[in-house]
Nanobody, 122 residues
Framework: QVQLVESGGGLVQPGGSLRLSCAAS????????MGWYRQAPGKQRERVAI???????NYADSVKGRFTISRDNAKNTVYLQMNSLKPEDTAVYYC????????????????WGQGTQVTVSS
């Protein structure tokens, strides 16, 4: 059993900042890539940022230079620091973690967080 718990969403004015966190717990053997996705009303879910187990990162063009993804392997946690937020960043943000469990060490399985609402509005 694996759980992903997200926190840090909320309402912020344009130009403001928020930091999202996603902590994984349970029968985890190892964690591979960790990432953040978002889904705005009426739109498809899109990848925002991803970080590999080696620390390499990749960002959507729309957030480059404003968002920073990081991870704390000791805490099985991934973060998304969001600066210079814009109204178009408004969405439900989901974390995604590719991991192997103790029960199935030979298989990488993606897990999703429950989602956290980010609203950018004045």
């Amino acid at each position: 059993q694996v759980q992903l718990v997200e926190s840090g969403g909320g309402l912020v004015q344009p130009g403001g900042s928020l930091r999202l966190s996603c902590a994984a717990s349970g029968s985890i053997f190892s964690i591979n890539a960790m990432g953040w996705y978002r889904q705005a009303p009426g739109k498809q879910r899109e990848r925002v940022a991803i970080i590999t187990s080696g620390g390499s990162t990749n960002y959507a063009d729309s957030v480059k230079g404003r968002f920073t993804i990081s991870r704390d392997n000791a805490k099985n946690t991934v973060y998304l620091q969001m600066n210079s937020l814009k109204p178009e960043d408004t969405a439900v943000y989901y974390c995604n973690v590719d991991l192997t469990t103790v029960q199935a060490m030979g298989r990488i399985t993606p897990y999703w967080g429950q989602g956290t609402q980010v609203t950018v509005s004045s």
